[in-house]
């Protein structure tokens, strides 16, 4: 099956960095992954993980070994601020309104949003989980106008057709309904209708 082999993810502060943890965990070995963690990421992180020590880098780190580079946000001269990276898709996980409200307006001041805009400009699949709720107005305008450029806009929205159970299970239908959008195949959740896919 054909799917991306090099992705960028993007980890903004919003609650629940722990999916972008999870969503890394579970990709294909082939898969080369880019992750560039915010500051914001970084002080969720201590506040939603008090049962951990670990940074938020080293938590991504133990999950996968290999095919993995880890930048901050603050390094627009790294490779994939470029088209000429040729990165094939990119999630932000989760997404804060911020990073919406930027992208939508074609703001590039962190390596994210530079990545996000070089994403849309080469044509290249952008996700975006959104972790916010009641959505403003201008969230919802901001999220439009990109789903009207192309964007998948998929909140972490639980499908109770998956069998979830517990909040591991939550999470593994999250990334799963992710992983489908990218084609990326996976054993995370059982889909409607009862057939496993992958």
């Known amino acids: 099956m054909s799917y991306p ?7 903004t502060g919003a609650s629940g960095v722990h999916l972008g943890v999870e969503f890394v965990r579970h990709l294909p070995s082939d898969i080369c992954v880019y992750v560039v ?8 992180h201590i506040s939603e993980s008090k049962h951990t020590t670990q940074t938020l880098h080293e ?10 580079t880890i930048f901050s ?3 627009l001269h790294e490779c994939i601020a470029s088209g000429s990276s040729r990165m094939e898709a990119m999630c932000i996980i989760p997404a804060s309104c ?8 074609g703001i590039s001041d962190t390596l994210i949003t530079r990545s996000a805009n070089v994403i849309l400009k080469e044509g ?13 107005a201008i969230a919802l305008d901001n ?5 009207h450029l192309g964007v998948c806009i998929a909140p972490p929205i639980v499908g109770y057709y998956g069998g979830v159970q517990s909040l591991e299970d939550m999470e593994r239908f999250f990334v799963g309904k992710w992983y489908d959008v990218l084609g990326i195949p996976h054993t995370l959740f059982t889909p409607w209708g009862g057939n496993n896919y992958a």
């Open 143 to 147: 999220m439009s106008k990109l789903a």
């Open 98 to 105: 911020d990073v919406v409200a930027k992208i939508a307006m």
């Open 59 to 68: 938590c991504i780190s133990q999950v996968r070994m290999h095919n993995l």
């Open 37 to 44: 963690i915010s500051n914001g990421a970084k002080r969720v």
């Open 73 to 75: 946000d603050d390094a």
């Open 124 to 136: 290249r699949k952008l996700l975006l989980a959104v972790r916010e709720m009641p959505l403003s």
């Open 5 to 11: 082999k090099k992705i960028v993810v993007g980890i």
